[in-house]
């Protein structure tokens, strides 16, 4: 959408360089399905614990998730909700199967959680060398992700990366979820860095479609997610095996 960037940041096309890379988080920067995989599995054990119903095979249809295969839907909603959306969703299922609804509320509000972020981050690469190397040459870092921040901020934390990253844009700041390009621009304004000299790095179609929509200048995509490689390869500019490779 290049009619939606800036005026300022349009004055920087004929600066050559890549000063911005916007990393996804889960998938790209650490495992996704050790996450999010073993959380489905609990989430549904505790709801059949409480409800006495089978729930877990519609929770996992609804998500998108085969816990057989480990199977995840690239575009399921497992693979694309926020934290919050998937919150959202689990009392429906409840419904579907028969509860009232203010029972089902109930019931999520009572077995409710996330993942831990510090137990459950298991790095796709040598983060903390990864960032090192970008910003000895210049370049600026930032997060955008579906997670909320607390979550976030403490997954940092845990990786030792905190205090390499520039920006943080999180699931619960209020912006347009992806593939909606606010994401972009946030990281791209609070760095004072046009689109056009920005890098997003992601394993989901939502990613790439993020980067395009915001006018960023290069869109990596990374096999180390859900996303298959035919898949990735009709929304990224180019593809990588995982972020190691993006120096």
Request: hydrophobic content about 50%; aromatic content about 6%; some cysteine.
């Given at each position: 959408?290049?009619g939606l960037i800036p005026e ?240």
């Open positions: 959408m290049p300022s940041w349009r004055a920087e096309i004929g600066q050559p360089r890549f000063s911005l890379v916007v990393f996804d988080k889960g998938g790209t920067l650490i495992d996704f399905r050790a996450m999010w995989c073993e959380w489905a599995i609990e989430i549904a054990r505790r709801l059949e614990a409480q409800v006495g119903l089978s729930i877990a095979g519609r929770l996992f249809v609804a998500l998108g998730f085969d816990p057989r295969s480990g199977y995840i839907d690239p575009l399921g909603k497992l693979a694309v909700l926020p934290v919050s959306g998937l919150r959202a969703l689990t009392p429906e299922v409840l419904v579907e199967a028969g509860l009232l609804r203010e029972a089902a509320e109930a019931t999520v509000a009572r077995v409710w959680f996330t993942p831990d972020a510090a137990a459950s981050a298991h790095p796709l690469a040598d983060l903390p060398a990864l960032f090192g190397a970008l910003r000895e040459r210049g370049v600026k870092i930032a997060i955008a992700t579906m997670d909320g921040r607390a979550s976030t901020e403490g997954g940092l934390e845990a990786l030792g990366i905190q205090t390499l990253v520039d920006a943080v844009v999180c699931g619960d700041d209020g912006l347009p979820h992806k593939p909606a390009p606010d994401m972009v621009w946030a990281a791209c304004q609070a760095m004072s860095v046009s689109p056009l000299h920005t890098v997003v790095v992601g394993d989901s179609i939502t990613d790439m479609q993020m980067g395009r929509s915001a006018g960023a200048g290069l869109n990596v995509g990374v096999l180390s997610g859900v996303t298959s490689e035919e898949l990735l390869a009709l929304y990224a500019d180019v593809l990588i095996a995982d972020v190691s490779e993006l120096i």
